[in-house]
């Protein structure tokens, strides 16, 4: 089965709205196109107006019906705007992604309170923010949260402890919320992605060949993930086949928890 194939069956997300934050580019834009070609109702929402309408425009020539907004997910009072202008447009919402993302290699020492905050508002702030102003329409259609975290968020990284800290605040917050919501038929998870090929964490991260070749080489797995390696893992924790699950943390991420496998002969 090729990358671009789904082991799920066709329509799988027929019927469903799904509000996406930070789903114009990369790892949560591939999720939109794939809920999209799954038969879902797409609503996204980032800061750039242009990526908006960019990704608007691919997922209605995909044949379902999209809509968007430019959101600052650090404001409340827009978000809600946003959720709002979601149910007037399509009446409902049955899944959330909170996948809203900052990241840039610092130093503790030479970061600013400014860009430590900044990183902890968007990802922490913003996961909050998107699942709380969801969470009353998603209780009259039993629905789902995703929240994209990361790796950082289990482990202590070096020039990383802005990212470290606000993702392992996402993970808690997963977890709290899923014992909070549950009893209301929400469930609430989080996806970890691990080194992922053609993102920009990537590019931030491992920006050289011989960095690309390092962080591939020490993983258990041998080779980058891919934007699809994450779209199915959403895919599936939206699908009955995840119905009893909540409050986890999946990591899809080529054994980069496991730690550096860069000795490990193959048999």
Same mark, same amino acid.
């Given at each position: 089965?090729?990358?671009?194939?789904?082991?799920?069956?066709?329509?799988?997300?027929?019927?469903?709205?799904?509000?996406?934050?930070?789903?114009?580019?990369?790892?949560?834009?591939?999720?939109?196109?794939?809920?999209?070609?799954?038969?879902?109702?797409?609503?996204?929402?980032?800061?750039?107006? +242009?990526?908006?309408?960019?990704?608007?425009?691919?997922?209605? %020539?995909?044949?379902?019906?999209?809509?968007?907004?430019?959101?600052?997910?650090?404001?409340?009072?827009?978000?809600?705007?946003?959720?709002? +202008?979601?149910?007037?447009?399509?009446?409902?919402?049955?899944?959330?992604?909170?996948?809203?993302?900052?990241?840039?290699?610092?130093?503790?020492?030479?970061?600013?309170?400014? %860009?430590?905050?900044?990183?902890?508002?968007?990802?922490?702030?913003?996961?909050?923010?998107?699942?709380?102003?969801?969470?009353?329409?998603?209780?009259?259609?039993?629905?789902?949260?995703?929240?994209?975290?990361?790796?950082?968020? #289990?482990?202590?990284?070096?020039?990383?402890?802005?990212?470290? =800290?606000?993702?392992?605040?996402?993970?808690?917050?997963?977890?709290?919320?899923?014992?909070?919501?549950?009893?209301?038929?929400?469930?609430?998870?989080?996806?970890?992605?691990?080194?992922?090929?053609?993102?920009?964490?990537?590019?931030?991260?491992?920006?050289?060949?011989?960095?690309?070749?390092?962080?591939?080489?020490?993983?258990?797995?041998?080779?980058?993930?891919?934007?699809?390696?994450? %779209?199915?893992?959403?895919?599936?924790?939206?699908?009955?086949? =995840?119905?009893?699950? #909540?409050?986890?943390?999946?990591?899809?991420?080529?054994?980069?928890?496991?730690?550096?496998?860069?000795? %490990?002969?193959?048999?």
């Amino acid at each position: 089965m090729s990358n671009t194939d789904t082991p799920f069956k066709d329509n799988l997300m027929a019927g469903k709205v799904c509000f996406l934050s930070g789903a114009t580019s990369g790892i949560n834009r591939q999720i939109a196109v794939r809920f999209a070609k799954q038969g879902a109702t797409i609503y996204v929402v980032s800061r750039s107006l +242009d990526k908006v309408n960019d990704t608007v425009a691919e997922l209605e %020539a995909l044949g379902i019906k999209a809509a968007g907004k430019n959101v600052d997910v650090r404001s409340y009072p827009d978000v809600e705007e946003a959720i709002n +202008d979601c149910l007037e447009k399509f009446g409902q919402i049955d899944m959330v992604l909170a996948g809203q993302a900052g990241n840039f290699p610092a130093g503790a020492a030479q970061m600013s309170a400014n %860009a430590f905050k900044s990183v902890i508002d968007i990802d922490l702030l913003g996961t909050f923010n998107v699942c709380r102003a969801a969470v009353e329409h998603l209780n009259r259609t039993d629905g789902n949260i995703i929240a994209i975290t990361a790796p950082q968020a #289990t482990r202590p990284w070096l020039y990383q402890s802005h990212v470290c =800290a606000a993702k392992a605040g996402v993970n808690m917050l997963i977890k709290c919320l899923a014992l909070e919501w549950g009893p209301s038929g929400i469930r609430v998870n989080a996806i970890s992605p691990g080194p992922i090929a053609d993102t920009e964490g990537m590019k931030r991260l491992a920006g050289t060949a011989e960095m690309l070749e390092q962080t591939t080489n020490s993983l258990a797995l041998r080779e980058l993930g891919t934007k699809d390696d994450i %779209a199915d893992a959403a895919l599936w924790l939206c699908s009955p086949a =995840a119905r009893y699950v #909540t409050g986890t943390i999946i990591e899809v991420e080529g054994g980069t928890s496991l730690g550096d496998a860069s000795g %490990a002969l193959k048999l």
